[in-house]
């Protein structure tokens, strides 16, 4: 090997490096960083209407979920749990049905399992507002400032989100 291809080895192994790093640090950030929640309004099953704004001030999560995603299923009890534990401190909760999923579905489930907490059906463009979500369950928690402060895909480690639900609600704006 030349002297001038060997000197040049360690310069591609750093420029790769530093290439590696920068990409992960977008990545941390993209996903980390806290931005403020789009601007969205939801059809609850009952018709209503509730929108990000009217949210504002306060701790929330929303979770999109599918009756047919095995994993949301498999998550709901322990995210009705964890709704009572923090409901007392002020923390609202919109689960919000994909576009696909069948009307009827959600209302019988949302109905036969007594969700305590708001439930809506998306046409499309709430899922698409918060980052054109399409795997499920993914839940947002938005912190008083309204601010995203997490995202979660899949299930959450529930010990983590507790700590965090409890530190956002302790939270002061």
């Known amino acids: ?24 640090l977008a990545g941390w950030f993209a996903f980390n960083s806290s931005k403020p929640v789009p601007a969205a309004t939801f059809t609850l099953l009952s ?3 509730i929108s990000t704004d009217q949210l504002k001030g306060k701790v929330y999560l929303i979770n999109f ?14 995210m009705v749990k964890t709704y009572n534990q923090f409901k007392g ?27 305590p907490f708001k439930v809506a059906m998306d046409d499309g463009s709430a899922a698409k507002q918060f980052g054109n979500v ?12 309204g601010k995203i402060l997490k995202r979660y ?16 609600l302790a939270k002061q704006v």
């Open 65 to 78: 979920w599918a009756t047919d995603c095995t994993t949301c299923i498999k998550e709901m009890p322990q």
């Open 134 to 145: 399409q795997l499920t369950p993914t839940t947002f928690v938005i912190g008083k400032d």
């Open 47 to 49: 018709g209503e209407k």
């Open 1 to 24: 090997m030349s002297r001038t291809a060997s000197s040049k080895t360690p310069l591609i192994g750093a420029a790769i490096a530093l290439v590696a790093v920068v990409i992960a």
């Open 89 to 115: 401190q002020g923390l609202e909760y919109i689960a919000v049905a994909m576009n696909y999923d069948p009307p009827s579905y959600v209302v019988n489930y949302a109905q036969t399992r007594a969700l």
């Open 153 to 168: 895909v899949g299930e959450p480690e529930y010990a983590e989100l507790d700590k965090l639900l409890k530190d956002a």
